[in-house]
């Protein structure tokens, strides 16, 4: 049990702020169907971080530590300049949603913002230390739906009062802080 509730409360937390609770919050505000979101949400993390998880040991014991820091910052880096490009986030958005639904762009946008992501090293570093991997995915699946569902049921609430283009650039800044920060490191 000690696996699932440290898995959980570790991504509860990594995950307030982050990225992928912005992309909660923007597909809540954008397609205002809170339960396909929420499902696509958790199916694309269980997925995520049920790979994370079976393959945590390999990748600490088998991916350098720089190239990994490398990765993830320029990745950080370039999350902020997308920020930065609603038009185009945007459109992408509306065609995901034409061709998969409500559900399948929530899963495919959730899954890819959760590629190389914090609470998906997270996972990867918890697997690794723990002999239950089930535990870990579990819990961080967890606080993942901890962190992201009042993302998606008070999207309209929080947005109404803040800016969507001061939003952006937060978002971008932070990405961009965040890169620099993990390339830094």
């Known amino acids: 049990m000690e696996s699932f509730w440290i898995s959980t409360g570790v991504v509860a937390l990594a995950e307030m702020g982050d990225k992928t609770q912005l992309l909660a919050l923007i597909l809540a505000t954008r397609f205002k169907k809170p339960m396909p979101i929420v499902l696509g949400i958790f199916l694309a993390t269980v997925l995520n971080h049920g790979l994370a998880g079976a393959l945590g040991a390999w990748i600490t014991s088998n991916v350098d530590p720089n190239w990994l820091r490398w990765g993830l910052g320029i990745s950080f880096i370039a999350m902020g300049f997308w920020a930065l490009a609603p038009d185009k986030f945007e459109s992408e958005q509306a065609a995901l949603k034409g061709n998969w639904g409500v ?70 800044f932070i990405f961009v802080i965040l890169g620099g920060w993990t390339i830094l490191s």
């Open 103 to 172: 559900f399948g762009a929530t899963f495919v946008l959730f899954f890819i913002a959760e590629i190389g992501d914090k609470t998906q090293l997270a996972t990867v570093a918890l697997a690794a230390n723990y002999t239950s991997t089930s535990s870990v995915v579990i819990g961080t699946t967890l606080g993942m739906l901890i962190a992201n569902v009042p993302a998606v049921l008070l999207g309209d609430k929080i947005l109404s009062r803040i800016p969507m283009r001061l939003l952006r650039w937060v978002a971008a």
